[in-house]
């Protein structure tokens, strides 16, 4: 089978099903593009914290408690 995420090599654990989902679901709110998941804490259903990275857009969006925070950052204030 062949890993579908390279980008999830670290504390990858054998378990991508609501990592998959979220990835599927989620894009770049400013250019609708594929976003790259860094996973900070995470329990065997689904990333707590992290971030989601737009490198075409060089942004960094916040996953906190679970929630992924995709408001461009000019509207997070
Ligand atoms: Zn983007």
């Known amino acids: ?12 654990d054998g378990d991508y099903r609501v990592k998959k989902d979220l990835m599927d679901i989620l894009a770049c ?9 860094n996973v900070v804490e995470e329990n065997e259903e689904e ?3 992290g971030t ?6 060089k942004e ?4 906190d408690e679970g929630i992924p925070n ?5 509207m997070r204030n």
């Open 60 to 63: 960094h969006y916040p996953i």
């Open 29 to 37: 709110p400013i250019c609708k593009g594929d976003l790259v998941l």
């Open 70 to 74: 995709l408001l461009p950052p000019d």
């Open 52 to 57: 989601l990275y737009c490198p075409v857009c």
């Open 47 to 49: 990333v707590i914290s």
């Open 1 to 12: 089978m062949e890993f579908p995420f390279p980008y999830l090599t670290s504390g990858f």
